[in-house]
């Protein structure tokens, strides 16, 4: 299930949706769908689409430098075959895994308010459905994870986030956690290429030893 392309439910993001379709008519400029085949084993869960990147581009994580880690981590760990280029006809495709944010469409300052993250809650309830029963979730960052535990009906005080933290949840899917992987956090420090191949790694190894 996807919201339609002219989804009135957050009345801010849909405002600044137009606004930006009157300024870049050429970009996509709508909520921000799923990339990669449904149901796979692995559900990587963002926050946002980013103004100039997958608002630009209409495809998660593509045309910023978030998409250039998580994309080279992917192709490297086995998740994706292909080249990335920052465009949706770059030939890259996803394997074993899909993408998906928390929230379809683009937010000011890249920051959504809860309201608004509660009214994207049925479409990531949808692609947490589809996840076979031992698949599991990577959330990037604490808003991703809050907004999983929320559609999965978990607590998020049993379940807190951490940059590496695997949850087996009462469901029996698996969730794990890492920190955004954009810009500001790795020109910070705060996260590294090698921490975020590590706690993508760490999922992939608790996924295959079940």
Request: one cysteine or more.
């Amino acid at each position: 299930m996807e919201p339609d392309p002219d989804c009135p439910f957050c009345p801010r993001l849909q405002a600044f949706r137009h606004r930006w379709r009157e300024a870049e008519p050429d970009w996509f400029n709508a909520p921000v769908p799923g990339f990669g085949p449904s149901g796979e084993n692995v559900l990587i869960v963002g926050l946002a689409p980013g103004l100039r990147g997958a608002n630009r581009t209409g495809r998660p994580f593509t045309g910023d430098y978030a998409g250039d880690l998580l994309f080279a981590t992917l192709l490297k760990l086995g998740l994706a075959r292909g080249s990335y280029d920052r465009h949706p006809e770059d030939g890259l495709r996803l394997t074993g895994c899909r993408i998906v944010n928390a929230v379809r469409c683009v937010p000011p300052q890249n920051k959504p308010v809860g309201a608004e993250v509660t009214a994207c809650r049925p479409f990531l309830a949808g692609e947490l459905d589809a996840l076979p029963g031992g698949g599991a979730v990577l959330a990037l960052g604490r808003v991703a994870h809050d907004a999983v535990l929320a559609a999965l009906g978990e607590r998020r005080a049993a379940w807190p986030f951490a940059h590496g933290a695997l949850h087996r949840l009462g469901c029996g899917r698996l969730l794990a956690d890492s920190y955004h992987c954009s810009r500001y956090n790795t020109n910070t420090g705060r996260l590294t290429p090698a921490m975020f191949e590590s706690a993508v790694a760490g999922m992939l190894e608790a996924v295959a030893a079940g």
